[in-house]
């Protein structure tokens, strides 16, 4: 990356002081423990999870509850929560989360080179926590989109390093727990890295086909759940919902034609996605806002589709600012994060069940800022990586003179990685 006196980019890799990480110690740590007094079975939504392996254990089948969305593979991977007595699961659940999502930060600035005493290392993840609504939602759910939160920077970590088999292997547990990047596979489709396609689709595979054979109803995930996720049918998850099919139809649209512009939208997005891939730039920048644009494409058509699927991708994006060419340094990035700002009240939509406007904003806002630089941004990312190659050669660098040659291979690669 550039890092030059003249530009951001020098000043928010230097390292930060400890004031800036005492300030995330205490955002964090109060968040972690308000979490603690104030849920049980470690929030909401992981506590869907838990009861459904409970269920299991108890004989039942975990699809009598329909809000239970997950393979079975996720069944069997809540039965150790299950197994623990509600006290320390009530306060194991919530610091697991906060760990799972700073984990994420840390593999998000890896992938971009940022050193990790930075301040944009500290700023950043505060930011994030302190000034983005759905973090704070995502930890006292305890839903398990944290899954996805880790395991997509993880395996675009492994994946800049040329390990395709073992990313598409992260995928394809997260997969298993949470269906939230199965979009992930048109990434390995891209570029023809076949093994690692094959992990994606068959790690969830094997392992739900396995687990289903121990539960009462083999089949409740096909006839219960997938036809639930199809139709959206649900009053109540239908009020939180962000995609344009579940929105737009609350402000007066028919609902055919609302799921046709979704659908519209999702596949443009994917387009979009694939320019950026075969478009210039660091290895690490192609990679975070090609994966940036089809989670988003999916987030636009998916149902369900909640405000904190954004933290799937916004550590990814964020974490790239240091690069002149980042989609962080478009002024409409942070725009569109304005509708997260917590404590900040909006005529109209104060009631929790018109949330989905505000989200749905930000997501349609950030959607098309990011499938806008993918066909049209391209060129300041060209730049940046001229200059780094030019930076690198005057100090000695080795390692970013090398980038170069890894973006290409990360680009042009072929084989079964």
């Known amino acids: 990356m550039v890092t030059g006196k003249s530009d951001i980019s020098g000043w928010l ?45 108890d004989g039942g089948s975990p699809y009598d509850d329909r809000h239970f969305l997950y393979f079975p593979s996720a069944v069997m991977a809540a039965v150790p929560q299950a197994l623990l007595p509600r006290s320390v699961l009530d306060v194991l659940a919530p610091v697991t989360v906060v760990l799972a999502l700073v984990a994420g930060w840390v593999c998000a600035l890896l992938l ?14 505060l930011g994030l926590a302190a000034c983005f609504a759905p973090f704070g939602q995502l930890v006292r759910l305890g839903n398990w989109t944290v899954t996805a939160v880790l395991a997509l920077p993880l395996c675009l970590l492994l994946v800049s390093r040329g390990r ?9 547990v997260a997969v298993a727990l949470k269906p939230l990047l199965a979009p992930m596979a048109l990434l ?14 068959l790690v969830p595979a094997v392992t739900s086909v396995v687990a289903a054979l121990f539960l009462p109803d083999p089949t409740g995930f096909l006839t219960r759940t997938l036809p639930f996720l199809v139709t959206g049918d649900d009053a109540f998850l239908r009020r ?32 979009c996605a694939y320019r950026r891939w075969r478009g210039p730039g660091p290895a690490s920048l192609r990679l975070a806002e090609t994966s940036a644009a089809l989670m988003l494409s999916a987030f636009l058509v998916s149902r369900p589709s909640y ?52 989200d749905a904003l930000t997501l349609g806002v950030l959607a098309v800022t ?34 170069g040659v890894e973006a290409a291979e990360v680009r042009g690669g072929r084989g079964g990685g």
């Open 13 to 57: 890799v230097r390292p930060a002081g400890g004031c800036l990480w005492a300030g995330l110690a205490a955002v964090l740590g109060a968040l972690t423990v308000h979490t603690v007094l104030v849920t049980s079975d470690g929030g909401m939504d992981n506590a869907i999870v838990v009861d459904a392996a409970r269920t299991w254990l």
């Open 112 to 125: 971009h080179r940022v050193p990790l005493r930075s301040r944009l290392a500290a700023l950043g993840l």
């Open 164 to 172: 395709w088999a073992a990313g598409g292997a992260v995928i394809g």
């Open 188 to 201: 390995f489709l891209f570029a023809r890295r076949w093994t690692a396609l094959a992990l994606v689709v």
């Open 240 to 271: 939180y919902e962000a995609s344009p099919a579940a929105v737009l139809p609350r402000l007066g649209m028919p609902q055919g034609p609302a799921t046709a512009l979704a659908l519209l939208a999702g596949a443009a997005g994917v387009v």
């Open 307 to 358: 405000n904190h699927y954004l933290l799937v991708v916004l550590p990814l994006l964020l974490a790239g600012l240091p690069y002149a060419g980042a989609v962080a340094r478009r002024p409409w990035f942070w725009l569109a994060l304005v509708p997260q700002l917590p404590g900040v009240t909006w005529p109209w939509l104060e009631a929790g069940t018109r949330r989905a406007f505000r």
């Open 370 to 403: 990011v499938a806008y630089h993918c066909v049209r941004g391209a060129g300041g990312a060209e730049a940046a990586e001229g200059a780094e190659a030019a930076e690198a050669a005057e100090g000695g660098e080795g390692a970013q003179a090398a980038e």
